[in-house]
């Protein structure tokens, strides 16, 4: 039936009846070739960390004028937690330079950070160090907790204006 068709048409032929073969031969073990579709499953997870956060009240503290040898009246700072998942330690050091007070006007006066006075009473006594210090416990979405700062005026210290960092860490 092939003997006047070329060599093309013959393999052409050839190909529809193989791939006509293979499609029956599919459809009646229950495989698919053209529509072939597999569905695979992974399993995930996900750790969520815990994390500790605080906000505080203000950021400056202002003592004021005082005079040599005495201690300013307090100034708190109020530290609250919004977002965190677990309580934090607040954390207290004093630095640049070195935490101690540095004056700025005029310049070349000092005194030590630890003059500044903290604690979580209105009447501070703990010094300051340049070592972190735990202070108070901050709990998520809980009531506020305060410390308080102060700073006392070493005597005979020169008049002029000085200013120190305070650094607060959360630490969980």
Same mark, same amino acid.
């Given at each position: 039936?092939?003997?006047? %068709?070329? *060599?093309?048409?013959?393999? &052409?032929? !050839?190909?529809?009846? #193989?791939?006509?073969? *293979? ?5 009646? &073990?229950? &495989?698919? *070739? *053209?529509? #072939? ?6 399993? !995930? ?9 605080? /906000? ?9 004028? +005082? /005079? ?11 530290? /609250? ?5 677990? !309580?934090?330690?607040?954390?207290? =050091?004093?630095?640049?330079? +070195? ?11 000092? &005194?030590?950070?630890?003059? /500044?006075?903290?604690? %979580? ?21 809980? #009531? ?11 005597? +005979? =210290?020169?008049? !002029? ?7 607060? %860490?959360?630490?969980?």
């Amino acid at each position: 039936m092939l003997k006047n %068709t070329s *060599l093309i048409d013959k393999v &052409f032929i !050839a190909g529809l009846v #193989a791939i006509s073969s *293979l499609l029956m031969f599919s459809s009646l &073990f229950g &495989f698919g *070739l *053209l529509n #072939a579709s597999a569905t695979n499953t992974v399993s !995930a997870n996900v750790v969520v960390s815990s994390f500790c956060y605080f /906000t505080m009240s203000n950021t400056l503290i202002n003592f004021g004028s +005082q /005079t040599p040898g005495v201690t300013s009246p307090s100034n708190v700072l109020t530290f /609250t937690d919004t977002v965190g998942n677990i !309580a934090t330690n607040v954390e207290i =050091q004093g630095i640049l330079p +070195q935490g101690n007070w540095i004056s700025s006007s005029p310049s070349g006066y000092s &005194f030590y950070e630890a003059n /500044t006075l903290w604690g %979580t009473t209105s009447t501070p006594t703990t010094p300051l160090t340049s070592s972190l210090v735990a202070t108070v416990e901050v709990f998520p979405t809980g #009531a506020p907790n305060s410390i308080y700062m102060a700073v006392s005026i070493p005597d +005979q =210290q020169y008049a !002029a204006t000085y200013n120190s960092v305070v650094s607060f %860490t959360s630490s969980c």
